[in-house]
């Protein structure tokens, strides 16, 4: 979920706490549990900060040991012992309770789109994305937007919230619905369908799909019942030689594998260097996998150049790495 729809969910979840007689009885404890739920509802995302460093960390960290289950129980200890330290006089104990159910929600509902979180960690570094909601949803924006907007102008902020939470839930239960539905499509069109990722768009009714088969990948989008294939890979497997050996071990690469469960790939050999691709098939836009992994090696087989992230042209991307030409 998005930072926008996480404050504005963490405002009013705050205002849902105020049903509880412990913290409704004084003006200090409404005041502590409102900043712990707006805090625990934003402090998993801290490690946004890693894309300053670079793109693998990031893509290789974000929503991972920050949204697994220590990491719940380390932001609440924190969230409640910060806001009880500003407001001393709040109960600790329900603040304690509320703290872990801002940071519990946030990583829950990021389990639900396609990017999804490492939430089963330590148990499992596995990727856990749902594909119901999309990273950005409007309507769940709109809905706790206009909790926000009500409490503001005086609507009892304890029963304005339970009925945005209520529409909350039964929107989510109309997109898993859905997605059951996309899923139930894709396998009576397609043969020994082994994986279907499913990407919600902000339209209730349209999807972007990743379908992996025994011998191919589909790249294609489902919208009102029907499945339009944009694209049709063969499945290859990764060439056991010297060069991608070599490919496997930059940061860029491993990191792109980390976080991609489907892709194709594209070893060129020119003149003076390789270079290897990786393209995530989950992200199409307007005929262009704008997720790549990219890495030259000179005829030594020493990285000379190397990228993950999100690339919108073949000028740009050898423009801002300063790539050996093809």
Do not use: C
């Not at 003006?27 to 712990?36: K, R």
């Not at 009892?156 to 945005?164: E, M, S, V």
């Amino acid at each position: 979920m998005d930072t926008a729809t996480h404050l504005v969910m963490g405002i009013t979840l705050g205002g849902l706490a105020t049903l509880d007689p412990a913290i409704a009885q004084s003006n200090m404890g409404t005041q502590a549990v409102m900043l712990a739920t707006i805090v625990g509802s934003n402090i998993p995302d801290v490690d946004t900060v890693l894309k300053l460093r670079n793109n693998a960390k990031y893509i290789r960290n974000h929503r991972g040991i920050t949204h697994s289950i220590p990491a719940v129980l380390l932001w609440t200890l924190l969230v409640s012992w910060f806001s009880h330290l500003i407001f001393p006089s709040s109960p600790y104990g329900h603040l304690l309770l509320w703290s872990f159910i801002a940071v519990f929600l946030h990583v829950f509902v990021d389990i639900f789109n396609a990017y999804g979180t490492q939430a089963l960690r330590p148990f499992t570094k596995k990727w856990v994305a749902l594909g119901v909601i999309n990273t950005f949803d409007a309507v769940i924006f709109s809905i706790h937007a206009l909790g926000v907007v009500l409490i503001a102008i005086g609507a009892n902020k304890g029963y304005t919230a339970l009925f945005a939470y209520a529409v909350t839930i039964l929107y989510y239960i109309g997109r898993i619905v859905m997605r059951q539905n996309v899923h139930s499509v894709v396998k009576k069109k397609f043969a020994n369908v082994e994986q279907v990722i499913i990407s919600p768009t902000y339209r209730f009714y349209h999807y972007h799909l990743a379908i992996v088969t025994d011998k191919f990948f589909y790249v294609a989008r489902f919208h009102r019942g029907n499945i339009l294939t944009h694209d049709k890979f063969e499945r290859i497997p990764l060439p056991d030689n010297p060069v991608m050996h070599a490919a496997l071990k930059d940061q860029n690469i491993s990191a792109f594998l980390s976080f991609s469960p489907v892709y194709r790939w594209d070893l060129f050999e020119f003149d003076d260097h390789y270079e290897v691709r990786f393209i995530d098939l989950r992200y199409r836009s307007k005929d262009y996998y704008p997720f790549v992994a990219i890495v030259q090696l000179d005829k030594h087989l020493q990285v000379v150049s190397s990228y993950t992230g999100w690339i919108f042209s073949e000028e740009k991307l050898r423009k801002k790495l300063q790539l050996v030409p093809n």
